[in-house]
């Protein structure tokens, strides 16, 4: 029986130190990738105390102890990188602007690293059998940015400077015939904002949660458009099933204009490909 109890303790340190293994941000802005521990951000001097009056995965008021993006970042945004992609353990990666997060130093939102203490842990997230850690970037004042929800990432395994969608996918970027105000671009800019931290594009994105909407199929060559914009505004009123994961897009995250300029873009994209046209091989300005 002792013996049986001295393997069972063993059995459990050992578990918890692979938790806790597994407790590790990795930061890759040039140069050799940067690890860091939940323990190690928490002793951080800059750490402190926060509270998000209306968080974004919880959507109730939460207390963090966090520390400042840009505190940890340093000087890591002054090496030409315009993008940071949070890339979550789950396969949701968002596609953060570095201006946003610098405008936090200018009055604009301010972008933190919530830690999750394994001492005081946190509530498990609605629908889900874990809590959003044991890293969760979380905003500020997210309303002087209008940073949506999808600029939220919890369970982040690592953050990565890399160059814009665009430059990196020039298969996402409409033709340059097309102005400004064309529903198409303007689209473009919405499903790189709000769909590729779950969805690729004809491969273009780093997104794994959902389905490649240009491949093999164009999404509008099985989905209406009724049913696309239904999709959209409540995935769940049309499809169905135990793991579902994605959520619906109210008129406060995606405009009804933001939603025609959607479907015009998906549209385009499809018959771009049915066409055969050859994908840009330089990025739209």
């Known amino acids: 029986m002792a013996r049986v109890l001295a393997l069972l303790l063993l059995w459990a340190f050992s578990a918890g130190n692979c938790l806790g293994a597994e407790r590790v941000l990795t ?87 919530a830690v999750e203490d394994p001492a ?30 999808e600029l939220w990432p919890f369970s982040v395994a690592s953050l990565s400077g890399v160059d814009d969608p665009i430059r990196r ?8 015939s097309l102005g400004d105000d064309a529903p198409e671009r303007k689209g473009q800019a919405v499903f790189i904002k709000n769909c590729m931290t779950c969805h690729r594009i004809d491969g273009a994105g780093e997104g794994e949660m959902g389905p490649d909407l240009g491949r093999p199929m ?12 239904a999709i959209i505004r409540n995935p769940k009123a049309v499809r169905s099933w135990p793991q579902q994961q994605m959520e619906g897009f109210s008129e406060s995250a995606i405009s009804n204009a ?28």
């Open 120 to 149: 005081k842990p946190w509530p498990k997230l609605p629908d889900r059998d874990a809590s959003a850690g044991p890293f969760y970037l979380v905003w500020e004042g997210a309303e002087r940015s209008a940073i949506g929800n």
């Open 258 to 285: 933001e939603l025609d300029a959607l479907v015009s873009y998906l549209a385009y994209m499809g018959k771009r490909k049915s066409a055969g046209e050859t994908l840009p091989s330089r990025a739209t300005p």
């Open 27 to 113: 930061l890759s802005f040039g140069g050799k990738p940067h690890r860091l521990t939940a323990e190690e951000l928490l002793a951080r001097p800059d750490a402190t105390d926060l509270v998000v009056p209306n968080d974004s995965a919880y959507h109730r008021e939460m207390k963090y102890r966090a520390v400042p993006l840009l505190g940890l970042l340093g000087t890591a945004l002054k090496d030409g990188f315009n993008t940071i992609e949070a890339r979550a353990s789950d396969g949701y990666v968002s596609q953060i602007a570095s201006n946003l997060v610098k405008k936090g130093a200018e009055g604009g939102a301010v972008a933190w690293i």
């Open 218 to 229: 164009s999404a509008l060559d099985y989905i209406t458009e009724r049913g696309l914009r």
């Open 169 to 176: 996918w020039p298969q996402l970027a409409v033709d340059r």
